[in-house]
């Protein structure tokens, strides 16, 4: 239901995933993707695996592998088109870009001993999140029972890659890190019966492997030459970041995400500190230029009254949540209801925007290649889900790739890199239709569907098992 009614792009999500359904039951392990030849230039050097993209995924890729006993052995090379990456200085002003990173993806990181770096340095638990309505009264509050447990960290994005980097750097016997390796051109077995995938940077050095890993994000170059289906589309929003200071009572601890969903889309606070705390509002275009050209104390007028401004009501929404409510012994939402602190003010230079969009390749193997990370999917960020699934990518290919090197498979198999690809569909798949469905489902204020998903809201918040499944899939 919840793809049917986001109109075209709906029912495409439909067909993909009908695709992806029947490619989980039927495929076969060998020659189920096709690949495309490009330019191929004299190798100069060979190795065992390249990633090709050292952002948050494929730098984390890179540092897994390494760690892995049975794959400690194994050459690999990392190639990134950026510049060095300049480290983080956990004493400076806090980053407008973080994420919320579940608990699945902590245990990633602990198991690859990162998690002290980050612990060392700062992050912020949540304790609880409130997710809210702007039509109606509906609200959802999630958090572990007696808050015994965090429902997520919030982490700055470069300090995740400065934990990462650090144990690439102690693994620089078996891994090697190119920076400014812009990847040109790829070619793969299947299409050029050559043994090797081979790999070509703009600069005209190229390198040769047994596998070729993509997480070079959603434009990814590898993927587009793996010849594999892609369906994306763009939201037509912006997100825009920024980092805001609070105006927080003097014993408060500030450890609660606040969401509210507006006509335009959510609009997101994330805790940094006890006076600080991030943001991310998704937003039409036009209104995100006008929001990124406003004067600091203009914008933090527009913020606060994002949070606190009274929509137009839809009245029979409210009848409905307070019947439900009095049928659950609640006597109405509002007795849970908490507010969000008032923003005071935003750090200079903070406000940043980036395009948001949905992508999903049909495939994430073939032979000679993987893909992770944002090559792989893309999500909005409404749900925090988009690096945790590409950590999680990582937890399963090192997996795979451990398993299968142990039973004598070639690392560039795809018969065993298809049980990669299964495991990954049976679990980004859903969360992905469910995160599409969410933004599709918010972003109307037509009555029926306002009832809709305000029932749906409120009952889930008065059904602790339920809302048990949709904290366990979403928090790890
Ligand atoms: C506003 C916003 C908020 C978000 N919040 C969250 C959140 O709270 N939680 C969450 O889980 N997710 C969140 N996300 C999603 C998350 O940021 C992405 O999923 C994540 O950054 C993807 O990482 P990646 O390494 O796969 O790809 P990227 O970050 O795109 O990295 C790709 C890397 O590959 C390199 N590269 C690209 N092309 C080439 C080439 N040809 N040759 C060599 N190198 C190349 C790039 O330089 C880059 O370093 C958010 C996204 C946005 C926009």
Known sequence: MLVLLHKNAGAAVGNQVRNIAKRLLTTTAAGSTTTTTTKTAPATEHYDIIIGGGGLVGTTLAAALAKNTTLA???????????PFKGFNSSGPYQNR??????????????????????????????????????SNALIQFQHDNFASDVACIIENDLILDAVYARVRDSADN?????????????????TGAPHSHVQLQDGRSF????????????????????????????????????????????????????????????????LTSKQSSLVWSTTVPHAKQLLAMESAQFVDALNEAFCREYPRIDVADKALQALNSFFGN??????????????????GSR????????????????????????????????????????????????TLA????????????QHLIKYERKCLAKNVPIMVGVHGLHTLYSTE???????????????QNLPPIKNIFMKSAMG
């Open 73 to 83: 052995d194994k050459k690999v090379l990392l190639l990134e088109g950026a510049p």
């Open 98 to 135: 973080v994420s919320a990173i579940n608990r699945n993806s902590v245990e990633l990181f602990k198991s690859i001993d990162a998690w002290a770096h980050i612990e060392a340095a700062r992050y912020k638990p949540v304790k609880q999140m409130q997710v809210w309505e702007s039509n």
């Open 175 to 191: 891994v090697k890190v190119l920076n400014k390796a812009r990847i040109e051109c790829v070619s793969l077995p299947g299409a």
């Open 208 to 271: 040769t492997c047994e596998l070729l890993i993509g997480a070079d994000g959603a434009n990814s170059v590898v993927r587009k030459q793996m010849g594999v289906d892609v369906f994306s589309f763009n939201y037509e929003r912006m997100g825009l970041v920024a980092t805001l200071d609070l105006n927080m009572e003097e014993d408060s601890d500030n450890s609660v995400a606040w969401q509210r969903f507006l006509p335009t889309g959510p609009v997101a606070l994330l805790p």
């Open 331 to 348: 006597s109405g939402s509002q007795h849970q209801r908490q507010y969000p602190p008032r923003v005071c003010g935003v750090q200079d």
């Open 352 to 399: 940043a925007t980036f395009p948001l969009g949905f992508l999903h390749a049909s495939s994430y193997v073939c032979n000679g290649a993987a893909l992770v990370g944002d090559a792989a999917h893309r999500v909005h960020p409404l749900a925090g889900q988009g690096v945790n699934l590409g950590f999680s990518d990582v937890r399963i290919l090192v997996e």
């Open 403 to 414: 398993t299968g090197a142990y039973a004598g498979f070639k690392l560039g198999d795809t």
């Open 446 to 460: 037509f009555s029926p569907v306002v009832l809709l998903r305000s029932l749906g809201l409120q009952l889930t």
